[in-house]
């Protein structure tokens, strides 16, 4: 009994000796700078800065190979953060970007012209023929970008439209770079009122298929006291530099379209 | 002489005894052909025609200046009412010509006969070919003259003659080599003087006896030509597996067929070449199988390219009330397509398949169990479940590494496995995404 605690213990006190020992010896010097810059960061490991996660973002940013204001989810607070541990002047602060869809055709507003029974992706439904929906241009609805989002901010309406949550956006942009039809777009948080279609075809063949749809009838921008919408190839645009957020267009839009 | 046969494969139902006995009939001539631009995997054609122009039956409509590609010819004499797009089988909007009818199907004066072809050159048969708009007619139309210019060094040893059709239901080929086996061999003469082939074979299923007679009877006497029956087995009419079939060989990863001394054409482009060189004819009309259990009359049709889809299944007495799913093709392969609007059979229209909502019922499917029934059937000899959950997770650059791009897409994985899972739609999915990535870089 005796011996055995004895070596037992004699054997546990000489390998902590030599762990000690190494962890001296061998000790891997961390630049504290870079544990606290990964203390600012999100921590969501999304990769919208082009690095595998937090940590290695941090480091890249501690050794200089990486801009302050790579972090969108962290936005302006973070760079500014980075910036003051650093000792650089802060990248001037933009606004707040978030994702938004910029299509109302749902089950019910737009035409389908077929059935689709394949897998869920919207890549595969739109090998099918071009997409389920009479629209050339508009959302699939089968929910690609509901899975890319790393925080849950995107659910699935039940009408089969993508219902964004602006609140818990952390505008990494991984909505848009899957969407096979680029009908979401990064915009300013601070604009209230965007032209949600992408439709370039005819106002009479947009109106058979969607009721939802902008049908390029000049309304908007012939009403808008800043004249910040213009129409370009059958679709209205609003210039978010000169719009004011009055809000005049949303109640001319015949279809709706502007919202 | 028995061959060697190929790996993997299923045994699907032949579901061919719907047409099988029936010769094929001439449609009518479309009221309005509409002529797509785009009817060949390459470069689409510019309309050599503006609206109010007159045409005639075999003028050519549509050519581009690229190597890959194929002039496209009217179907009809008439007046060019519309130059507009038109829907496409892979489910996109093309150009297309729209010729209205006269009715008297007056012959341009092109075309005409070759006579003294034995003469002629590789080049001038190529040259024949290119501008008779001649496509690989199995269904992946790839511009024939292509395949017949070899690369550089390359020598061709064998030329390989597919009438295997071993897709269900499809009996285009199957009656094209009852009825016209004379016109392919004269076809596969034509393209192993092009390419300078000593030897040619003629490959059929052993589940067609009458075609396998008839051709051997046409290769009679011939030396240098033989016709042999293959084993029933999905897919024997496949470029890479006829090239193991016949020769042994095998095509390398991302390779051609001319990589190993080998092309394949299939017995309506043989007819196409007959036709193109013999008669002068371009390449203006293809036997089409319409079949399917949501169809009233099925039948094996002549039909002129440009034709619309709706005049075509109205000639074959219409669909049937609950037909829920029309494919372009054979179920294996074939494209499901959301509309018949607007749609013109074109050259690599093999089929139109009819089904009933009993015959496409979709089961959900469920997670791999790793029985490995899509590794064993898989003919190329790649894994397809490990391609299949790498795209379920979106992780394409593990699709990639697993081989992905040396999928031939025959659904064998898809047909066998218990769990319904879809891989072969998952392969087809990442390899638009690996090579779009791979045209990026």
Redesign the interface.
């Known amino acids: 009994m005796i011996i055995a605690i004895v070596s037992l213990g004699g054997l546990g006190l000489l390998f902590g000796g030599l762990l000690a020992f190494a962890a001296r010896k061998f000790a891997v010097e961390v630049d504290p700078r870079v544990e606290m810059t990964q203390s600012y960061l999100p921590g969501a490991n999304c990769g919208v800065c082009g690095y595998a996660g937090c940590a290695q973002y941090a480091e890249a940013v501690v050794a200089g190979g990486a801009p302050l204001n790579a972090c969108t989810p962290g936005g302006s607070e973070v760079s500014k953060n980075i910036a003051g541990l650093l000792g650089m002047e802060a990248p001037a602060a933009e606004a707040r970007l978030v994702a938004q869809l910029v299509c109302l055709g749902d089950c019910e507003t737009a035409k389908d012209?077929?059935v689709?029974?394949?897998?869920r992706?919207c890549?595969?439904a739109?090998?099918?023929?071009?997409?389920?929906k009479a629209c050339?241009f508009g959302c699939v609805g089968e929910g690609s970008c509901v899975?890319?989002c790393p925080v849950e901010a995107i659910t699935m309406s039940k009408n089969g439209l993508p219902l964004i949550n602006h609140k818990l956006c952390i505008s990494c942009g991984k909505c848009k770079n899957v969407c096979p039809r680029q009908v979401i777009e990064m915009v300013s948080a601070n604009m209230l009122y965007h032209v949600r279609c992408k439709s370039l075809d005819k106002g009479k063949q947009v109106r058979d298929i969607c009721s939802r749809g902008c049908i390029a009838c000049n309304l908007c921008a012939k009403e808008c006291p800043v004249k910040a919408i213009r129409l370009e190839n059958n679709l209205a645009i609003i210039d978010g530099l000169i719009c004011n957020n009055c809000g005049t267009c949303v109640e001319v839009c015949p279809q709706k379209t502007i919202a | 002489m028995s061959f060697k046969t190929f790996r993997g494969g299923v045994h699907p139902g032949h579901y061919k005894n719907a047409t099988e006995k029936m010769p094929v009939v001439p449609a009518r001539l479309p009221a309005v052909a509409i002529i797509p631009m785009a009817q060949h995997i390459g470069a689409p054609c510019e309309p050599l025609v503006a609206v109010g122009d007159e045409v005639k039956t075999g003028q050519k409509v549509g050519d581009s200046q690229a190597f890959v590609t194929a002039p496209v010819h009217s179907s009809v004499s008439g007046k060019v009412v519309k130059i507009a797009p038109c829907n496409h089988p892979l489910g996109r909007l093309v150009n297309a010509v729209y010729i209205k009818s006269d009715g008297e199907d007056t012959w341009h004066e092109d075309v005409r006969p070759h006579p003294d072809w034995e003469q002629a050159s590789p080049d001038e048969l190529r040259k024949i070919v290119r501008n008779a708009g001649i496509v690989g007619m199995g269904g992946a139309t790839f511009p024939t003259h292509v395949k017949l210019s070899p690369p550089p060094g390359a020598k061709i040893d064998y030329c390989l003659v597919n009438g295997a059709e071993c897709e269900p239901y499809l009996t285009s080929d199957h009656r094209a080599m009852l009825e016209r086996p004379a016109e392919i061999i004269t076809g596969l003469r034509i393209i192993m003087k092009a390419v300078n082939a000593p030897k040619g074979y003629i490959g059929v299923e052993d589940n067609k006896p009458d075609a396998v007679e008839a051709m051997k009877r046409a290769a009679a006497g011939l030396a240098d030509v033989e016709v042999h029956a293959l084993h029933t087995k999905y897919p024997q009419g496949a470029e890479k597996q006829l090239i193991k079939v016949f020769t042994g060989r095998e095509v390398p990863s991302g390779g051609l067929p001319s990589a190993v001394g080998c092309v394949v054409h299939n017995v309506g482009t043989c007819i196409a070449i007959a036709d193109a060189v013999c008669s002068g004819k371009p390449l203006i009309e293809r036997i089409v199988t319409i079949t399917g259990s949501g169809i009233n009359e099925p039948k094996n049709m002549l039909v002129r390219v440009g034709t619309p889809m709706e005049e075509v299944i109205e000639q074959c007495g219409g669909f049937k009330p609950d037909v829920r799913k029309v494919i372009l093709g054979g179920p294996m392969m074939g494209l499901a397509q959301p509309t018949v609007e607007n749609f013109p059979v074109i050259k690599g229209t093999s089929g139109i398949l009819c089904l009933t909502s009993l015959e496409v019922e979709l089961q959900a499917f469920s997670p791999c169990i790793r029985c490995a029934r899509c590794v064993d059937v898989c003919p190329v000899s790649i894994m397809p479940l490990f391609i299949g959950s790498a795209v379920e997770q979106g992780l394409y650059d593990r699709a990639e590494s697993a081989n992905a791009m040396d999928c031939i897409e025959c659904g064998c994985c898809t047909y066998v496995c218990p769990s319904k899972r879809p891989l072969v739609q998952w392969i087809r999915l990442s390899k638009g995404d690996i090579a779009d990535r791979r045209a990026k870089k």
């Open positions: 012209k077929a689709y029974d394949g897998f992706e890549k595969a739109l090998m099918f023929g071009g997409g389920v050339r899975r890319s």
